[in-house]
T-cell receptor, first 111, second 114 residues
Framework: RKEVEQDPGPFNVPEGATVAFNCTYSNSASQSFFWYRQDCRKEPKLLMSVYSSGNEDGRFTAQLNRASQYISLLIRDSKLSDSATYLCVVNSANTGNQFYFGTGTSLTVIP | EAGVAQSPRYKIIEKRQSVAFWCNPISGHATLYWYQQILGQGPKLLIQFQNNGVVDDSQLPKDRFSAERLKGVDSTLKIQPAKLEDSAVYLC????????????FGDGTRLSIL
């Protein structure tokens, strides 16, 4: 079983739509969670960390469900500039603090 | 603040040749990572350094890949000899320290093996 699993998509949504991505992780001892954004042929960039109580940054909301071992990313009022691949990242202290990346979910926002 | 610097940006070599990549992390970042990202996949950790020591190299193909960070600052990753399946983007990242600190990535080196 993979450490981190994501639906690869692609998700094609119209501008202004709300879209949500889920990511599941296999290690129940995982401690840190992040969402990264990766544009085509570019490096991953940190979008937001995911806190236990959930957190929001503008149009982006991240949530963590430890019982079901998944994290989610909600994007409201999608913009054309949100088109990218969104990578789920999980870190576990009991595996040497290694970071595990999902394969990414592709989002295209359509005019 | 300067970001993570990597060079070269692109490299094309023939199989069985050798290649080296260089990375200079963000100043003050103790932890440095090398990742391999194959097209359509997420980054896969090859090796993690804490200062000049190796923390994790369990996924590094040690028969052909090597990496060092002798002075605890910049790092080099070498492949010798290269195979066709090594074609990928090699990303370097750094963080203040290991653990729950987010990582900052360089632009990557795009390697093509002919």
């Amino acid at each position: 079983r993979k450490e981190v699993e994501q639906d690869p998509g692609p998700f094609n949504v119209p501008e202004g739509a709300t879209v949500a991505f889920n990511c599941t992780y296999s290690n129940s001892a995982s401690q840190s969670f992040f969402w990264y954004r990766q544009d085509c042929r570019k490096e991953p960039k940190l979008l937001m960390s995911v806190y236990s109580s959930g957190n929001e940054d503008g149009r982006f909301t991240a949530q963590l469900n430890r019982a079901s071992q998944y994290i989610s990313l909600l994007i409201r009022d999608s913009k054309l500039s949100d088109s990218a691949t969104y990578l789920c990242v999980v870190n576990s202290a009991n595996t040497g603090n290694q970071f595990y990346f999902g394969t990414g979910t592709s989002l295209t926002v359509i005019p | 603040e300067a970001g993570v610097a990597q060079s070269p940006r692109y490299k094309i070599i023939e199989k069985r040749q050798s290649v080296a990549f260089w990375c200079n992390p963000i100043s003050g970042h103790a932890t440095l990572y090398w990742y391999q990202q194959i097209l359509g996949q997420g980054p896969k950790l090859l090796i993690q350094f804490q200062n000049n020591g190796v923390v994790d190299d369990s996924q590094l193909p040690k028969d052909r890949f090597s990496a060092e960070r002798l002075k605890g600052v910049d790092s080099t990753l070498k492949i010798q000899p290269a195979k066709l399946e090594d074609s990928a983007v090699y990303l370097c990242a750094s963080s203040l320290r290991a653990g729950n600190q987010p990582q900052h990535f360089g632009d990557g080196t795009r390697l093509s093996i002919l």
